[in-house]
């Protein structure tokens, strides 16, 4: 099972590429690493997971290491609305760090 | 777009009663966790279920907390007696099948023990 690592806290400038940085020197072969994001009084919501490919979708894209020990969610817009606590998980044991707190400033 | 549900969403009680937390997965999901958040933490998980079966309760702390899904569907979290140190979200979630899918969350319970 992977421990996460991540910086507590981050700003970013709207309209500028938000990158956010994880640590899983201890993620085993098979196990997805997974991205989820939670909004000041909301559940968590899920944002991106990848194995060893680099992967995008509508809200993010996620690059991941060749040797699969850290990767880098990046928002490419960022907006207000992205101010949220960002989560980097292993998918072994689904734990839950303290996370990175995004802060979008205009 | 189907959504976790909770309820309720906030519930304040005295210390030693009795509490419990109803969540409703999404049609179709056969895993559902129960997790909880105090201010400032991540989400900790407390329980595990797939299908009705608990599949990971180790961080339960069993002499209080107590957590049923009998048909596999709607799950309910309870605690007796409640502390002052339970106040936190409680959130669940659900997934497809394990670990292999994304969570979804639901908006979670806020709990005030006084």
């Known amino acids: 099972d992977a421990k996460t690592t991540q910086p507590p806290s981050m700003d970013c400038a709207e309209g500028r590429a938000a990158n956010l940085p994880c640590n899983h020197s201890?993620?085993?072969?098979?196990?997805?690493v997974y991205w989820y994001r939670q909004i000041h009084s909301q559940g968590p919501q899920y944002i991106i997971h990848?194995?060893?490919n680099n992967e995008t979708n509508e809200m993010a894209s996620l690059i991941i290491t060749e040797d699969r020990k850290s990767s880098t969610l990046i928002l490419p817009h960022a907006t207000l609305r992205d101010t949220a606590v960002y989560y980097c998980?292993?998918?072994?044991?689904?734990?839950f760090g303290a996370g990175t707190r995004l802060t979008v400033k205009p | 777009e189907a959504e976790v549900a909770q309820s309720p969403r906030y519930k304040i009680t005295e210390k030693s009663q009795a509490v419990a937390f109803w969540c409703d997965p999404i049609?179709?999901?056969?895993?559902l966790y129960w997790y909880r958040q105090i201010l400032g933490q991540g989400p900790e998980l407390l329980v595990q279920?797939?299908?009705?079966?608990?599949?990971?309760d180790s961080q339960l702390p069993k002499d209080r907390f107590s957590a049923e899904r009998l048909k596999g569907v709607d799950s309910t979290l309870k605690i007796q007696p409640a502390e002052l140190g339970d106040s936190a979200m409680y959130l669940c979630?659900?997934?497809?099948?394990?670990?292999?899918?994304?969570?979804?969350f639901g908006p979670g319970t806020r709990l005030t023990v006084t």
């Open positions: 998980i292993g998918q072994g044991d689904m734990r």
């Open positions: 990848g194995l060893k």
């Open positions: 049609s179709g999901h056969a895993t």
């Open positions: 201890t993620i085993s072969g098979n196990e997805y």
């Open positions: 979630a659900s997934s497809l099948e394990g670990h292999n899918y994304e969570q979804y």
């Open positions: 279920f797939q299908d009705e079966s608990v599949v990971d």
